[in-house]
């Protein structure tokens, strides 16, 4: 009796024991699921932030005309702060400012700290010691520059955690000054802290289950079961490691998508898909291929991961492109290989027609690595996500050109139209002012005009104006540009050359004009001829406007004198011939019939 009450009391302290044990480790896992995460994802992202200072540092620095001067004079150009006013909207900086050495504010987003100074004794002691200094603290969401209102609702009292860091500039061991931007990281540290705890709870009630199952085990000495727990959770752990890869893909799919929709030019388009395939694919050598403007042949953009891309392939070298879908080599028992993908050492590879719009306008190739074939098919769904993606990315990005195109070119002739002029006639003439290079203007009207249209209908009107601005385009050397305005004028602008050879080269454009036939129908249209202004910078004016309208009083000055001629514009610095008076054709006089624009 008194044995099996001492083996009672002693299975009910047993009991008592592991009860209190079980509750201790819940209490302690609550304890740490609320205080351990804070800290821990603090240090994590002070890390991440002083790295991504070094980055954001390195980004305002490129993109200065001269930093060290910068800092040392205390004095912001027009440019560069145009660019730094659109740093915040690129970057996870809603906030930064410049300060020099002395601890002067001398650049803001917030232009009413300029000039004042930086006082807080970690400037002097830190960051003029040429070290990076971090600081986080709460802030009210008002002092936050950007933030949305429904965005500082939803946070208790509408506050916000700020991340307040110095980076220092220093040149050959000299301390020029610092930049000091501020980041809201209230979401990225709450999403973190979630997730800390989420993963807590997870691991610490995985634990707890365990640590019941086991003792139950131990009581029961039943092994089987302690092996079932085992291979649970080895399932969990491969549940959860394939959770994490996933979220690590569409998170670089995000990123990826992101970045190639900010793209302005396929160069910087195929630059980043190299880049980000490296991560995304890292066991898969590749490379892009993008149709020429001939639509004939493939131009080879890119490559990654040890992987090699031909300067030119034919579509028909591709089993992808000839079949319309993804072609994968090794997924069948008999399999063909593509001539591009020559010389060909066994890999298995996938090629992926990228395709935009309906219309295929590339491919992408990837064959397993060296090292790790085994896994190569499984990346297949993912492989097909990015070329998605860059596919949609290469249809923004030529769409965009192709307006742009639209936007400077004159429909009928090609030529560049007047607000391309402008533009380029004022920035050649800042060119010339700074570096003192020749620059001319000549304006060309198509004689008697109207008379084509009238008595020849505007088709061959058309035709006439296609064949003037086609030679204008041909006399066109590296620096000219050839523009219609608008009607039957152009105007050609020559930078670079002398006035004598501005006016020669205006005598072969009049003679180029006049020796060419127009074909319209059955008939050959009458001859066409031009009357040509000159007008020199700066002797003819020093604005683009003065320029214009020097060309044309001499244009309409050599009207007035008869067309088909060439005049310069009055008051020239060095004053050559007055006029080109149809002087001798330097071609043969008229062509034969069969030279036709």
């Known amino acids: ?26 209490a302690g896992s609550v304890w740490a699921i609320i205080a351990v995460p804070a800290p821990v994802v603090d240090r994590m992202l002070e890390a991440d932030i002083r790295q991504e200072s070094q980055l954001w540092q390195r980004r305002v620095v490129l993109h200065m ?28 900086v809603y906030r930064f400012r410049m300060l020099n050495s002395d601890g002067m504010i001398f650049w803001s987003t917030r232009p009413e700290e300029i000039g004042e100074y930086e006082t807080r004794v970690h400037f002097d002691t830190i960051v003029a010691q040429g070290e990076t200094y971090y600081l986080h603290e709460p802030q009210p969401a008002s002092e936050i520059d950007g933030i949305l209102m429904h965005v500082a609702n939803s946070h208790p009292a509408g506050v916000r955690e700020v991340a307040e860091i ?21 979401d990225r540290r709450n999403t973190f802290i979630n997730r800390a705890r989420a993963s807590l709870i997870v691991l610490t009630t995985i634990a707890l289950v365990a640590l019941s199952v086991a003792v139950y085990m131990t009581f029961s000495a039943n092994r089987m079961r302690l092996k079932q727990l085992n291979d649970r959770n080895e399932s969990e752990r491969a549940i959860l490691d394939e959770q ?11 990123e990826l998508n992101e970045w190639l929709q900010s793209s302005r030019s396929l160069d910087e388009l195929f630059d980043m898909v190299a880049r980000f395939m490296t991560h995304i694919l890292p066991d898969a050598e590749g490379s892009v291929y993008v149709y020429s403007n001939s639509r004939d042949v493939l131009d080879g953009c890119a490559s ?78 993912l492989a ?47 060119a010339s002012q700074n570096s003192g290079k020749k620059l001319s203007l000549i304006a060309v009207d198509v004689d008697h005009f109207k008379k084509f249209n009238d008595n020849h209908g505007h088709d061959a009107g058309d035709m006439v104006l296609r064949a003037v601005g086609s030679v204008l385009e041909q006399a066109c050397d590296a620096d000219d540009v ?26 072969l454009l009049r003679q180029a004009v006049e020796a060419i036939v127009v074909r319209y129908g059955e008939k050959s249209l009458p001859r066409i001829t031009i009357s040509l202004g000159v007008a020199h910078y700066p002797a003819h004016g020093t604005m683009p406007q003065d320029l214009l309208r020097a060309s044309d009083d001499a244009l309409y000055d050599a009207k007035a004198k008869g067309r088909n001629q060439v005049c310069i514009a009055a008051s020239a610095e060095i004053e050559p011939r007055a006029c080109f008076e149809q002087a001798p054709h330097l071609g043969p006089e008229r062509p034969d019939d069969s030279a036709v624009a």
Not at 407 to 426: A, E, I, K, Q
Not at 482 to 506: H, W, Y
Request: glycine share 8%.
């Open 1 to 26: 009796m008194n044995n099996e009450l001492k083996h009672t009391i002693q299975g009910k302290l047993r009991g008592l024991f592991l009860l209190l044990l079980l509750l201790g480790m819940a």
């Open 65 to 92: 005309e001269d930093p060290e001067t910068t800092f040392e004079e205390s004095f912001i150009s027009q440019e560069d702060a145009k660019y730094l006013n659109l740093m915040p909207e690129a970057s996870d």
């Open 166 to 186: 110095y980076v220092p500039l220093m040149h050959n061991g000299h301390f020029d000054g610092a930049i000091e931007f501020f980041t809201d990281i209230t």
């Open 244 to 254: 994490l890869r996933l979220a690590r893909e569409v998170q670089l799919l995000g």
């Open 304 to 381: 990654w991961n040890g992987g090699t891309h031909k300067e030119h392939i034919h579509p028909e070298e591709c089993w992808g492109l000839r079949r319309g879908r993804t072609y994968e080599f090794g997924s069948s028992e008999i399999d063909f290989v593509c001539e591009h993908a020559e010389p060909h050492d066994g890999r298995d590879y996938f090629c992926f027609p990228i395709l935009a719009h309906g219309e295929t306008v590339g491919l992408m190739h990837l064959r397993a690595s060296e090292e790790n074939c085994e896994g190569f098919q499984t990346s297949k769904k």
């Open 384 to 430: 097909q996500m990015c070329a998605e993606q860059i596919s949609m990315a290469i249809a923004n990005v030529q769409m965009r050109d192709q307006l742009h195109d639209q936007s400077v070119r004159d429909p009928l002739t090609g030529l560049f139209n007047r607000r391309h002029m402008n533009d380029t006639l004022r920035k050649l003439i800042n």
């Open 482 to 507: 050839a523009c219609r305005p608008g009607g039957e004028e152009f105007t050609l602008i020559v930078s670079g050359n002398s006035q004598e050879d501005v006016m020669t080269k205006a005598e």
